[in-house]
Structures are given as structure tokens and as C-alpha cells.
């Protein structure tokens, strides 16, 4: 485990002298399956896996959790272990954000939808701490899970703009049995609460199937915002976007092609847990 970045610099240092290749999994802890199939991603994807613990103050507004973002650094470092991680970073807030810190990533087109529009400033805070990771692993490989798909095609879209040289890989969502996406902010949720989380997947699931069956996609959109809201959920949005640019889907029935190329977004609020979740539309 390293705290500092000096700690960091000379197990990274070990490595690239023997010509390992390292690969960064970045988190912000509170641990779950999702987490440790990224981990076992990354090992076949370098010689070396590094997972960041930070939970980043600049992507939370101060309104929303930060406070009270679960945080259990024992049992996290306790399913790394066992996960087959070489090694653990926690740095500290001055360590990420030091005395005088000004600079600040702001992102283009591809975070101004969906999470972008809900959580303003959402995307500036986590490329600006992404972009520290990176420079502070220098990783030549980092990845990152598909249930924040937005997140990935923004980290994807600003390795290539600034050249960082990190080759930015996705992992699909993993899910309980009942389909609920994992996520940390699951511990939120109160017994009944998590019983009608699943109705979240399944919604998804009933509008792609809704569009794939050439219903409009306005009408499919509106009818799953009426199965959200009956559940009990709050919808932030239900949206389809095309998956390499998040550019709209006409409100109509779908060509072939346009059903390949699309996926279907949600963010909605059960008591107090924000989720949100993400399915492509092709079978």
C-alpha cells in the first residue's frame, strides 16, 4: 500500500526498470464485484495492477454525498489482496489537490448530456483527478467499468485529446441476479428499497425491447418514465444516445442501424440513492 506519492514513485520504478507494463484501475473505494472484475481485468491486460482509493471532493456538488460516500479502507484493502492487485494507492486530499492547486480538466461535447447536464461540473472533477492519476501512474493501460459509460467515453475522448499516452479500456456492467447494476451507493438502500431497485434493469430492459419491436422511441421513452415513476423511483432522465458520441436518437421507430448504435440511459432517485445504469440496445 502507498499513501504518498514517493511511495508510489519507487514500486513503479522497480517495475518499468524490469519492463513490466502497468495497467490503473481507479476507485473510490467502498469496494464491491464490480471493483475486483476490474482488477482481474487489468491483470491481462499488464504485468502489474494498481488500484487508486480516492474519493475526489471536485466531482461532488454541495448538495450531493460526499460526507456521506461510504468509505471502509480496511475490508478494501482486505478484497484487493485476495483480488490479486500488486499494489494499493490512497493518497491523501493535500496529496491530489495540494496547497495552491488551480489547474482544472474541463471536458468537451461528450459531457454536456445525461450526467453532465444533471451534475454540473460532475465531468470537470473527475477528468481533473483522472488526468493526476495518470500523470502520477503513468499506467500504460486504465480501466474502467461500462456502468459509467458516459464517464468512459469522456476519460477515453481526453487521454486521446492530451496525448497522455494511456490506452483507456471498458469492462461491462456486473449485476446481482436480479439485474441491479452494482454499484457502492447500493449500501444506501433500505430492505424495501433494494426490492424495487430491480424494477431499474427491467425497465431498461422492457423499452429496448419496446424500440428493437420498431415502437417509437418517444413513445417507448415515455411509457418507461411512467413505469419508473409507478415503481417509486424519481427519473433524473431515460434517454437514448448513440454510443460513440452521445449524439440524440430521432423519436421514431429505429432503422437496423441506428438500433446497433444505440444505448439506453437512465439516472433516477429511490429515496435518497441516486442509480443509474446503461444497456445497449443491439442483442
Not at 472533477?125 to 480501466?143: E, I, N, S, Y
Request: proline share 7%; glycine share 8%; with cysteine.
Amino acid at each position: 500500500m502507498s499513501r504518498s506519492r514517493e511511495e508510489l514513485t519507487k514500486a513503479l520504478s522497480r517495475w518499468r526498470s524490469g519492463g513490466e507494463r502497468i495497467v490503473l484501475v481507479p476507485t473510490m473505494g467502498a469496494l464491491h464485484e464490480g471493483h475486483l472484475t476490474l482488477v482481474h481485468a487489468a491483470r491481462r491486460h499488464g504485468d502489474r495492477v494498481v488500484a487508486s482509493i480516492f474519493v475526489n471532493p471536485t466531482q461532488f456538488a454541495p448538495n450531493e454525498d460526499f460526507d456521506a460516500y461510504p468509505r471502509d479502507e480496511e475490508a478494501d484493502l482486505g478484497a484487493l489482496r485476495r483480488a490479486g492487485c500488486d499494489l494499493a494507492y490512497l493518497p491523501a486530499p493535500a496529496e491530489m489537490y495540494p496547497s495552491g492547486d488551480e489547474t482544472r480538466v474541463v471536458p468537451g461535447a461528450l459531457a454536456e448530456p445525461l450526467e453532465g447536464a444533471s451534475r454540473p461540473g460532475f465531468f470537470t472533477g473527475v477528468c481533473t483527478v483522472v488526468a493526476k492519476l495518470f500523470g502520477q501512474v503513468r499506467p500504460d493501460t486504465a480501466v474502467f467499468g461500462e456502468k459509467d459509460y458516459q464517464q468512459l467515453l469522456v476519460v477515453q475522448r481526453m487521454a486521446a485529446d492530451l496525448a497522455l499516452g494511456v490506452k483507456v479500456v471498458g469492462v461491462p456492467t456486473v449485476r446481482e441476479p436480479d439485474g441491479l447494476a452494482l454499484s457502492s451507493r447500493n449500501r444506501y438502500l433500505s430492505p424495501p428499497e433494494r426490492r424495487i431497485a430491480a424494477r431499474l434493469p427491467e425497465t431498461l430492459g422492457k423499452v429496448a425491447g419496446r424500440v428493437r419491436g420498431s415502437v417509437a422511441t418517444d413513445t417507448a421513452l415515455a411509457q418507461g418514465l411512467q413505469d419508473l415513476r409507478t415503481a417509486g423511483f424519481e427519473p433524473d432522465y431515460l434517454e437514448l444516445r448513440r454510443r460513440d458520441d452521445l449524439s440524440p436518437l430521432p423519436p421514431r421507430a429505429l432503422r437496423r442501424d441506428e438500433l446497433q448504435a444505440a444505448r439506453l440511459f437512465v439516472a433516477a432517485k429511490l429515496g435518497r440513492t441516486r442509480l443509474i445504469d446503461n444497456v445497449p440496445l443491439a442483442e
